[in-house]
Every structure is written in C-alpha cells, then in structure tokens.
C-alpha cells in the first residue's frame, strides 16, 4: 500500500473511530485511561480537566501512546497506533471547535475555565492488524 492509500486509511479510522486509550507516565509507571478524541488531519486534540492527573503527568513527560480503531469484533481488528507529543492550549477557537453537548457533564461549556485542550501531534502513526499484515508506518 503507499503512503498516500495509507493516509486515508488512518485519516478514516480517525474520524470513525474516536474513543481510544492514551498513555501516559505516572510515578514512572504507565497509566493508561480511555479518552475522546478528535482530529484534524492527522493532529489529535482531546478535552480534559485542568485539575487532573494526566496534566501532571504531561507536565513531567510530554509524550504518549494512542490506540484508536479497535471495534471489539475479534482478532485482527484493525486500528491506528499514534505516537506523539501533547501540548496543553487554553485557545478559544479551539475550545469553540471541540465542544459538543457529551462534554456538558464535565464543564458549564467551552468558557469554562477548567476546561483544556490536549493537543496530540503526532511523531508516529502504525495501521495495525489490516487483515494480518505486518503493521504499516506512515510517513510523518
């Protein structure tokens, strides 16, 4: 498959797929939790609390590990690996862009003060189990 036919298929499993686990290091042990993500292109952004633990964690060591993709359906599911660096952004814009009503339970909307902007740019992407192939890595 090329690069480009590989995009694609990251790129749709990406918006198909958004709920996913992120990694991060906590007390130098892994601490894995399940998150909402969203994409543009291939840059990841999720919502979280300013007063969780992630944040800390992300403060300490910046990079983490997605997995999107897997539907639940059996072995050889396939689904993304996403490598990359978080940076936390308080940007209204982007708050306005990623607000939707399932994050109502957590925040009073996208001005709450408490709300941040996880945002995940990618250092590697893997397309993982496509019908048994070797995983595939698309070019950054």
Do not use: C
């Not at 694609?8 to 906590?26: D, P, Y």
């Amino acid at each position: 498959m090329n690069q480009n036919e590989l995009k694609k298929q990251v790129l749709t499993l990406l918006q198909e797929s958004r709920i996913g686990t992120m990694a991060t290091i906590h007390d130098n042990k892994p601490r894995s939790r399940y998150m909402t993500f969203f994409n543009d292109d291939l840059t990841l952004y999720t919502v979280t609390s300013k007063d969780m633990h992630k944040t800390e964690d992300i403060k300490q060591n910046p990079y983490t590990h997605i997995l999107l993709g897997y539907e639940g359906e059996g072995i050889g599911d396939t689904y993304v690996e996403v490598e990359g660096k978080v940076v936390e952004s308080d940007d209204e814009n982007l708050k306005e862009k990623v607000w939707n009503e399932h994050l109502e339970p957590w925040f009073d909307g996208p001005e709450d003060p408490n709300l941040l902007i996880l945002q995940i740019k990618p250092d590697q992407i893997q397309l993982m189990n496509k019908k048994g192939q070797s995983p595939q890595i698309l070019d950054l």
